[in-house]
């Protein structure tokens, strides 16, 4: 719980929670439900679908981050969310943070479309929190900052063992694609973040933030406006 006191100071994972949460209440308001959806209610809200019989638009990639199936799930999610943000916004710069939640759910919904084996619905911000935690891990250890490093990969470790223990017995309820492409391409930015070494000039901080959350937002409306 000491980590969640740190969100005083994490302003931009505090705005993200509450776009999911916000997405979430609107989900329900339309459905009627509240403690889970079904596919029909996910697509119209912005998931990320492969079938055969429908080509979906890619900004889902990006609304995809943004959605989810269940009330345990989205608690989950935000749990961890608020965790990883409290501890390595502001270290990583809040612009960067904002930047690389949207390009890694972004890229791990894209892996997950491409190796998507039949009919797909796929939602949550797992992949990019995996993308939070692969820049913060990558960051931390490449500075020096070991013990961090070490937790952090930890969780990975155990997030991506029970992703993949579950789908070898045939219970399809994580999207390990998703979880392993966030986290590389967090992995990648926490090494440029590092070898950059200066802060980010505080008006490129603003106006990543500005652009990711505009581009969030941008694409929700577009999917709505073209439909699944």
Known sequence: ??????????????????????????????????????????????????????????????????????????????????????????????????????????????????????????????GAIMGLIGMAATFAWRSGQRPVAKALAFNILFVLGVGLSLSARGVHLVDNAAHIGGLVAGAVVGFARVSARRPMAVGLERALVAASFGFAGLAFILVQLVGP
């Open 1 to 126: 719980m000491r980590w969640f006191r740190g969100l005083k100071q994490a302003p931009v994972t505090v705005a993200l929670i509450a776009v999911n949460v916000l997405v979430y209440l609107l989900m329900a308001a339309v459905s009627g439900h509240l403690l889970v959806f079904d596919n029909a209610t996910m697509i119209r809200a912005g998931a990320s679908v492969t079938a055969p019989d429908l080509v979906a638009s890619h900004w889902r990639w990006v609304t995809a981050a943004f959605v989810h199936a269940n009330l345990l799930h989205i608690f989950m999610n935000m749990w961890v969310l608020g965790q990883i943000g409290a501890i390595s916004e502001k270290a990583l710069g809040r612009g960067l943070f904002a930047a690389t939640y949207l390009v890694t759910g972004f890229l791990g919904n894209v892996l997950s479309s491409v190796l998507a084996q039949g009919p797909t619905v796929s939602v949550g911000a797992s």
